[in-house]
Nanobody
């Protein structure tokens, strides 16, 4: 079965950095668009960044452009989210998503907490 396991979250001070990782298994990783979403308390889940199956066309929410970078290593079945210049408003649970349009396969990780606070 499809599994997505996020790691790398935690507590960081404003201006700091974190790198999230999401390891996939149980599916052909390089067939899937991989994305990061986040959900803050009382808010809807929002797309943060996505990257196509071959690593092209990274897409970012306006709120993170220039600060976050999404990348993937298909040999390791892993997608990353490098988060720099973190702000308190980046505090949320971050979710990894694997999506393949041709099979309408849409899969989620369990989520990982990122807290930006002094």
């Amino acid at each position: 079965q499809v599994q997505l396991v996020e790691s790398g979250g935690g507590l960081v001070q404003p201006g700091g950095s974190l790198r999230l990782s999401c390891a996939g298994s149980g599916f052909t990783f390089n067939f899937y668009t991989m994305s990061w979403y986040r959900q803050a308390p009382g808010k809807e889940r929002e797309l943060v960044a996505s990257i196509t199956s071959v690593g092209g066309n990274p897409n970012y929410a306006d709120s993170v452009k220039g600060r976050f970078t999404v990348s993937r290593d298909n040999a390791k079945n892993t997608v990353y989210l490098q988060m720099n210049s973190l702000k308190p408003e980046d505090t949320a649970v971050y979710y990894c998503n694997a999506y393949r349009q041709s099979s309408a396969s849409d899969n989620w990780g369990q989520g990982i907490q990122v807290t930006v606070s002094s």
